[in-house]
């Protein structure tokens, strides 16, 4: 039943879907047992105006790592609908509104990327480490008042990372446990000129919704770990013959990516002390201590 609501349902956990997943359902095609779809499909009134579809998912206590039942929030392709352009990121606004809402604690991420590093293969799987922003114009903060100076050490939280390429080397042939995202702002595929410069800045793989996710989740206080699924080199997608591969890559991965972030929730603990949330303190800035308190 498709529901547009005030009330946003508490969850422990979100799967912010992205072009890794969006050739399947997520959580149906994963077939992953103690996953079950409570809500199909839920709209949320937000200051940023009505999300796309969320699913309210449950999972049974008899397959949690703490033995609790949970609930996750899961939303497709980053927020993103037809007839806005991305780069204003009014999708991620909205979806991590939801989110803070919800007292989500524990983030996974997807993207299909464009491989940087020339060591990387159409169909690889990258659990990055760090990132690098080339946005442009997008959004820092959900909250414009947020005081400067977040430590962004750590920004891929490292207990969700470790299950993430546990759970992936399971299923993918060549899963790369570090790797720097860089993230580009689009619509538009970065020129070769731009991939040289990215490359030697020192990204090994593309996007362009890494940014504002992972800064969101560190503003919510909530862990946020992404894997992605390189569907190509990075640049070459205009070319037909790498077009398709693409789009054999991205159909090819999608249950096994869904399948390994819907493992990853079950076996990530909500309650294990981790450093990401003291990391949503700011530093060096003790006015912003009294504002935030
Ligand atoms: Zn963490």
């Known amino acids: 039943m498709t529901q547009l609501t ?4 508490a969850a ?3 799967i912010v879907g992205g072009s890794a997943t969006s050739n399947c359902r997520l959580p149906e095609d994963a077939q992953v047992p103690g996953v079950r779809v409570v809500e199909p499909e ?3 009134e937000t200051p940023y105006g009505v999300t796309t579809a969320f699913k309210l998912l449950e999972f049974d206590a008899a397959y949690t790592a703490d033995g609790q039942t949970h609930r996750a929030l899961a939303v497709r392709m980053h927020g993103w609908r037809k007839g806005f352009n991305w780069a204003t990121s009014q999708g991620p606004l909205q979806v991590f509104w939801v989110l803070k809402q919800a007292g989500v604690r524990k983030i996974a991420g997807n993207a299909g990327v464009g491989g940087i590093n020339k060591m990387l293969q159409g169909g690889d ?3 990055a480490d760090d990132y690098l ?3 442009q114009q997008r959004p820092s903060s959900l909250d414009e008042r947020w005081p400067n100076s977040v430590s962004m050490v750590e920004p891929y939280c490292p207990t969700g990372r470790k299950i993430l390429i546990d759970r ?5 042939r060549r899963v790369q446990h570090t790797g720097i995202m860089g993230c580009s702002t689009g619509p538009y595929i970065e020129s070769p000129a731009h991939v040289a410069f990215m490359r030697q800045a020192g990204a090994d793989l593309v996007a362009q919704s890494t940014v ?3 800064n969101f989740a560190r503003e919510i206080g909530a862990c946020y770990a992404g894997i992605y699924l390189v569907v190509n080199p990075a640049g070459y997608v205009a070319d037909p013959e790498t077009r398709q591969k693409m789009y054999q890559n991205y159909k090819k991965a999608a249950p096994g990516v869904a399948k390994v972030i819907l493992n990853t929730m079950l076996n990530w603990r909500v309650d294990e002390p981790c450093a990401c949330q003291e990391r949503t303190r700011p530093i060096m800035m003790p006015y912003a201590e009294e504002e935030l308190s």
Do not use: G, M
């Not at 005030?6 to 349902?9: G, K, V």
């Open 6 to 9: 005030n009330t946003i349902p």
């Open 12 to 14: 422990d956990y979100a």
């Open 42 to 44: 839920l709209f949320f």
């Open 125 to 127: 799987i990258v659990v």
């Open 133 to 135: 922003d080339f946005t």
């Open 168 to 172: 992936a080397e399971r299923e993918f």
């Open 212 to 214: 504002p996710e992972i």
